[in-house]
């Protein structure tokens, strides 16, 4: 599924997500990650980046059901928007300091810190958006 230029612009070049996951005994785990928009032959997919393994990466590995919500920024008077996702998620080896050095620029100004200069190759979330709701035009 692609996006449509309204998520695509409460996206932007990345962003504060929740990540929703199921445990083992089905009750959700959920964390807060830096999230990314790519673009596949395949659609839009989600993009998270982990230096290590998480309960987050081991539950992706089991079930692959996730949920992710990206608030917009806080309007006066108003609502804040969102977007709330379902999505297929996969664990991709590799790829995590390229990701978190791109998303650091957005997220903290700069790269300079973070990741470490010796971090490990660790893992990514990529996440297969199945449905798209939310309070604004990507509702579907």
Known sequence: MN????????????TDATLVTLNADGTPQVSVVWMALESTPDGDELVSAHLSEYRK???????????????????PGQLARYIAINGTARIVEGGAPELLKKLA???????????????PPGLLTRIRIDKVGGSEPWAS
């Open 3 to 14: 996006l449509n230029d309204a998520a695509r612009e409460l996206i932007g070049d990345g």
């Open 57 to 75: 990466t081991r539950n992706v590995r089991r079930d692959p059901r996730v949920a992710v919500t990206i608030l917009g920024p806080q309007l």
């Open 105 to 119: 620029k957005t997220m903290l100004g700069s790269d300079e810190h973070f990741p470490p200069r010796d971090a």
